[in-house]
DNA sequence: TTTAGGG
DNA sequence: CCCTAAA
C-alpha cells in the first residue's frame, strides 16, 4: 500500500476516511469584509466610509484641547469633501509655533474619485483649498512607529492624545483605504545621523496614536510639511511644492454599479488600506527629491456625516489640501542642499562598506480634506488640520521601498540583491509611509462637537508639530543595508519561536513594515511581541489586507509533518494540531501554503523564489500529497 | 464554520 | 493572501 510505502503506517496514521471533517470550530478571521456595502453604493461612498474610520481614530485620540477641555469636547465637524477643483487657493500655514489648532484633515483616498471627481467646491468660501502647512512637526515615532505630535504651544505638555483633543473631531469612516503617508520626515541623511532632532522642547509631546501612546521616542524631527495640493498622481516634482490643482482626475470611476467593480473597489481599497491604510490613500511615496504622488484621501461626506448630520449641519466649508510635506528642510541641516531626497552615492568607496547613502528629504502626505464651517476660527482650522495630522500618524507607519516604481516586498533581500547598491545609480527610488492603523471609526462621531468647538476660539498653542523621524528612517540612513527596518528585529522570530515550537529558519524579517506591524502575540510571550508595538490593535479595518508573512522553514516542516498525518483535506485539524498557538496562520493559509508548496515541489529548484525551503521537506509534500490524494479517492469510491 | 478552489 | 461557493 501506499501507505506503507510512505511510512505513514509507522505513524499510525489512519486513513482518512472522510478527509472533510471538520474539527473544531475555532473561526478565524471573518473573511467578508466588505459585506456591507451596497451594491448602490458608489465609490464616494466606499471612499467615504473609509474616510470616516479614519477619522475615528482621531476621535479617540484626540480629546482634549488643551486649551480648554470643555472647549475640546465641542466639536465640530469637519468633513471633508471632495471638491476638486480647488486649486489650492490658499495655503494655510501653520507656523510653527503659532498656537494653533488642529485640523483635522481627512484623507483622501486615492481610490478614485471621490472627492476629486467632485469638482464643484463649495462654497466659494471654502476655502482652503490647499493648505501648506508648514510647521516643524516633531513627531515622535514610537516604538511602534507611530509618531506622535507634539504641540508646543499648549502649556501642557501634553499629554500625548490630548493634545488636540479639543479639536474638532473628525469623524472619520473609511480610511482604510489609503494609507496616508505623512511626510514626516524631512530628510533623512543616510547617514543616518537625523538632522537635528528637536527636542521636544516646550511642547509636549503627543503621540499620536492614541493607544500607544506612550511611546515616546526620543529624537524629534522637524520638519516642515508643505501641502501641496496633489492628486494622487501628481507625480512628483521634486519640489513638491506645487500645489497642483485638484481636479476630478484622479477619479476614476464614479460609480460603479457593478457588483464586479465594486468588488474590484473593495479589494482595492482593502489593499489600499493595508497598505497605506490609514491615510487611505495609496501609500505615497516618499521620494526623496522627487515627487512622488501623493495619494490622497477622500472623505466623502456622506457617510461620514450622518451621525453627525445630526446638529447642526453646518455649513462647511471644504477645503482640500493636499500636501506634501517638505518635511524639514530645515532639519537638512547636513543634508541640506541637495535636493534629491534620496541619493546614492558612491561615497562608499571608502570602502569599508558598500554604503548606500541616501537621503530622504521628504515625504509625501496625501491630500487631505477638511471641512469647515465658514465662522470657524482660524484657530480651529488649524485644530482640525492638526487632528487629521495626527490620525494619520497615529496608525503607525510602515514604510516601503520601492525601487523604479515597483515595490520591494521581500524585506529579506539585501539592498544588493534588491538592486540597490552603491555603484548605482538610485535615482528610481522611491519609500512610501503608510499608515498601518486601523480603526474604527466611531460612527457618527462628534461632528457637531467639534463645530462648536470652532466656535470657541481656542488657540492653543499647539504651534509646532514636530514630528519624530521614525526609527526606521534613521536606520536607514545608518546602515545602508536596509534602510527600512528599524526594528524589525526579529520580533517576529522571535515570536514564532515561542509559539512554535518549530525553530524558525533564519528568516530575518527585517522589515521594518513587520516590525511595525502588529502581530498578534501569543499571551504567553508578549513580551517578545513587546518589540513590535503595532498598533493593530483589534480590528483591523476592514480592509486590511494581511501582512505578508513568508513561511519560515520551520512553519513549513510543522506543515509537512502534520498533514502527513492528517491528509490534506482537515486543514482545521492541521490547524490545531501544529499551528494552533500560532495565531496568525488561519487553516486556510496552511491550505493555502501546502498548495503551494506542493506546486514548488513540482518545479525546478531554479524556477522556485523565497526562501529556499530543503529538498527533504518538498520531496516529503509529494509524498503525502500522493498518498494522501489516492486516499481520498478511495474514499470516495 | 470549514473545505476547496480560483484569483 | 484574498474571496467565495458549497457543504
Redesign the pocket.
Known amino acids: 500500500m501506499v501507505r506503507k510505502r510512505l511510512g505513514y503506517s509507522s505513524r499510525g496514521h489512519r486513513i482518512p476516511t472522510m ?10 478571521r471573518s ?3 466588505k459585506k456591507d456595502e451596497n451594491d448602490d453604493m458608489c465609490a464616494m461612498d466606499l471612499l467615504a466610509t473609509v474616510a470616516g474610520k479614519l477619522l475615528a481614530d482621531q476621535d479617540n485620540s484626540s480629546s482634549v484641547p488643551n486649551t480648554s477641555a470643555a472647549k475640546a469636547k465641542k466639536r465640530k465637524s469637519v468633513k471633508e469633501e471632495h471638491f476638486d477643483e480647488i486649486p489650492p487657493l490658499k495655503n494655510v500655514a501653520m507656523e510653527k509655533d503659532v498656537g494653533s489648532g488642529s485640523v483635522s484633515a481627512f484623507p483622501r483616498q486615492a481610490k478614485n474619485c471621490l472627492a476629486e471627481n467632485s469638482s464643484t467646491r463649495n462654497g466659494a468660501d471654502t476655502v482652503l483649498e490647499s493648505l501648506t502647512v508648514k510647521s516643524n512637526m516633531l513627531a515622535k515615532i514610537p516604538e511602534c512607529g507611530s509618531y506622535g505630535i507634539h504641540h508646543a504651544g499648549s502649556s501642557s505638555s501634553a499629554e500625548p492624545e490630548q493634545v488636540h483633543q479639543a479639536e474638532p473631531k473628525v469623524s472619520r469612516r473609511q480610511a482604510d483605504g489609503h494609507p496616508v503617508a505623512y511626510g514626516i520626515f524631512n530628510s533623512v541623511d543616510v547617514d543616518g545621523k537625523p538632522p537635528a532632532l528637536v527636542s521636544s522642547d516646550s511642547s509636549s509631546c503627543v503621540p499620536l496614536s492614541s493607544h500607544d501612546k506612550e511611546h515616546q521616542t526620543s529624537s524629534l524631527y522637524r520638519g516642515v510639511v508643505q501641502y501641496t495640493a496633489d492628486r494622487e498622481d501628481d507625480e512628483n516634482s521634486s519640489g513638491c511644492t506645487h500645489p497642483s490643482t485638484i481636479e476630478s482626475k484622479g477619479c476614476k470611476p464614479q460609480y460603479l454599479g457593478n457588483h464586479r467593480i465594486r ?1 474590484l473597489l ?2 482595492k481599497v ?1 489593499k489600499a488600506a493595508r497598505n497605506k491604510i490609514c491615510g487611505g490613500i495609496p501609500s505615497k511615496k516618499i521620494c526623496g527629491g522627487l515627487s512622488k504622488k501623493g495619494s490622497k484621501l477622500n472623505l466623502c461626506g456622506k457617510k461620514m456625516s450622518t451621525t453627525h448630520q445630526k446638529v447642526q449641519r453646518m455649513i462647511f466649508k471644504k477645503k482640500k489640501l493636499t500636501h506634501r510635506t517638505s518635511f524639514a528642510k530645515e532639519m537638512l541641516t547636513e543634508a541640506s542642499g541637495t535636493s534629491f531626497a534620496m541619493e546614492g552615492q558612491n561615497k562608499s568607496c571608502e570602502a569599508e562598506n558598500y554604503h548606500v547613502k541616501l537621503r530622504i528629504k521628504s515625504f509625501n502626505i496625501p491630500e487631505l480634506f477638511i471641512k469647515v464651517p465658514e465662522n470657524a476660527t482660524i484657530g480651529s482650522l488649524k485644530r482640525a488640520v492638526m487632528d487629521v495630522v495626527n490620525s494619520i500618524m497615529e496608525g503607525g507607519l510602515r514604510v516601503g521601498v520601492l525601487l523604479q516604481g515597483k515595490d520591494i516586498q521581500d524585506d529579506n533581500k539585501t539592498l544588493c540583491q534588491a538592486g540597490i547598491c552603491h555603484d548605482k545609480k538610485l535615482n528610481n527610488i522611491d519609500f512610501t509611509l503608510e499608515c498601518e492603523r486601523e480603526r474604527e471609526p466611531p460612527s457618527g462621531v462628534i461632528i457637531q462637537e467639534q463645530m462648536d468647538f470652532l466656535t470657541t476660539d481656542m488657540v492653543e498653542p499647539l504651534a509646532r508639530m514636530k514630528c519624530e523621524e521614525p526609527f526606521p528612517e534613521a536606520d536607514v540612513g545608518d546602515d545602508s543595508q536596509q534602510p527600512r527596518a528599524p526594528y524589525r528585529s526579529r520580533s517576529l522570530s522571535d515570536l514564532y519561536s515561542v509559539h512554535c515550537p518549530v525553530q524558525m529558519a533564519s528568516q530575518d524579517t527585517t522589515a521594518s513594515s513587520q516590525a511595525i506591524v502588529p502581530v498578534s502575540p501569543a499571551p504567553s510571550d508578549v513580551g517578545a511581541l513587546a518589540i513590535v508595538p503595532l498598533c493593530k490593535s483589534k480590528g483591523s479595518e476592514v480592509g486590511q ?5 513568508p513561511f519560515t522553514v520551520g512553519e513549513v516542516e510543522a506543515l509537512v509533518g502534520a498533514v502527513e498525518q492528517l491528509g ?6 492541521v490547524k490545531t494540531l501544529a499551528f494552533d498557538s500560532i495565531d ?1 496562520r488561519t ?3 496552511l ?2 501554503k501546502w ?1 503551494t508548496l506542493v506546486h514548488t515541489a513540482s518545479i525546478s529548484p531554479q524556477q522556485r523564489r523565497g526562501q529556499p525551503v530543503p529538498q527533504e521537506l518538498l520531496d516529503r509534500v509529494l509524498l503525502a500529497q500522493a498518498y494522501w490524494s489516492q486516499q481520498q479517492q478511495q474514499a470516495r469510491l
Not at 478527509?19 to 478565524?28: E, I, L, Q, T
Not at 489586507?545 to 508573512?549: A, F, G, L, P, T
Open positions: 478527509p472533510r471533517v471538520p474539527n473544531s470550530a475555532r473561526g478565524k473573511t467578508r469584509r468588488k473593495a479589494s482593502r489586507r494581511r501582512m505578508r508573512r490534506t483535506g482537515r486543514w482545521r485539524a496568525h487553516y486556510v493559509d491550505k493555502d498548495k
